[in-house]
């Protein structure tokens, strides 16, 4: 809740990964485990709601509620899809191969454009809403993993660098810098979101018992 409390909206799910919101309020959730996405109504009501392909990571919803899902896949992360689910349930593919790697942290754009970053090797990647995809960025990717999650906030990217320890912006023209914030040295910055509420972008650590969520105010734009 805004004022911090922690409850529980929905439970009996499978390896949750990501979460996206569509027009009416419900969540999405992709579910590792088992390969599904699931649908949460603001009452907290659990449904599956598609089966996707093996590893489903991120999640973002469209202009059209349509819920798009990158595909991380199994083991080491052998997925080279993204996956469009319309509002009725149907599963198509929005792309697949090309730059494709292990494809997990994903975000979107006022006009449809799906990023998703490869979690192994670090390209981050703008697919259009027919399906082309271009090479935004590269991120350094140390011990093996780059990016868990990024956020879309003023035609910019945020994104969780997990090994590199840092908050990274992105900017259309590939430009890549740190967010200029001391993060907590030894933790892995993960789950990522944006708060439109008090322009601030939301973050968590992976990879520990305890969840803390925390904050970085941004500046208004002009």
């Given at each position: 809740?805004?004022d911090?409390?922690?409850?529980?909206?929905?439970?009996g799910?499978?390896?949750?990964?990501?979460?996206?919101?569509?027009?009416?309020?419900?969540l999405?959730?992709?579910?590792?485990?088992?390969?599904?996405?699931?649908?949460?109504?603001?009452?907290?009501?659990?449904?599956?709601?598609?089966?996707?392909?093996?590893?489903?990571?991120?999640?973002v919803?469209?202009?059209?509620?349509?819920?798009?899902?990158?595909?991380?896949?199994?083991?080491?992360?052998?997925?080279?899809?993204?996956?469009?689910?319309?509002?009725?349930?149907?599963?198509?593919?929005?792309?697949?191969?090309?730059?494709?790697?292990?494809?997990?942290?994903?975000?979107?754009?006022?006009?449809?454009?799906?990023?998703?970053?490869?979690?192994?090797?670090?390209?981050?990647?703008?697919?259009?809403?027919?399906?082309?995809?271009?090479?935004?960025?590269?991120?350094?990717?140390?011990?093996?993993?780059?990016?868990?999650?990024?956020?879309?906030?003023?035609?910019?990217?945020?994104?969780?660098?997990?090994?590199?320890?840092?908050?990274?912006?992105?900017?259309?023209?590939?430009?890549?810098?740190?967010?200029?914030?001391?993060?907590?040295?030894?933790?892995?910055?993960?789950?990522?979101?944006?708060?439109?509420?008090?322009?601030?972008i939301?973050?968590?650590?992976?990879?520990?018992?305890?969840?803390?969520?925390?904050?970085?105010?941004?500046?208004?734009?002009?």
């Open positions: 809740a805004p911090g409390q922690v409850f529980i909206l929905a439970s799910l499978a390896g949750p990964i990501d979460v996206a919101n569509d027009s009416a309020g419900n999405y959730v992709s579910n590792f485990n088992d390969a599904t996405v699931s649908k949460i109504t603001p009452e907290g009501e659990v449904t599956k709601f598609a089966d996707v392909l093996p590893g489903p990571a991120g999640i919803v469209d202009s059209h509620d349509n819920v798009i899902v990158s595909q991380y896949g199994v083991g080491q992360g052998d997925g080279t899809t993204v996956t469009r689910i319309s509002p009725q349930g149907d599963v198509s593919a929005l792309a697949t191969g090309g730059l494709l790697q292990a494809p997990v942290a994903t975000a979107i754009d006022s006009h449809d454009n799906v990023y998703v970053a490869n979690f192994n090797e670090g390209s981050v990647i703008r697919i259009t809403p027919d399906g082309q995809q271009a090479l935004i960025a590269k991120l350094d990717a140390p011990n093996g993993f780059a990016i868990g999650h990024m956020a879309f906030v003023d035609n910019r990217l945020f994104a969780t660098a997990i090994a590199a320890q840092k908050i990274v912006v992105i900017r259309q023209n590939g430009r890549v810098r740190e967010r200029a914030r001391n993060l907590d040295e030894g933790r892995f910055p993960n789950g990522l979101t944006f708060d439109a509420a008090n322009n601030t939301l973050f968590t650590y992976g990879f520990g018992p305890v969840a803390d969520l925390e904050q970085i105010r941004l500046r208004e734009q002009m």
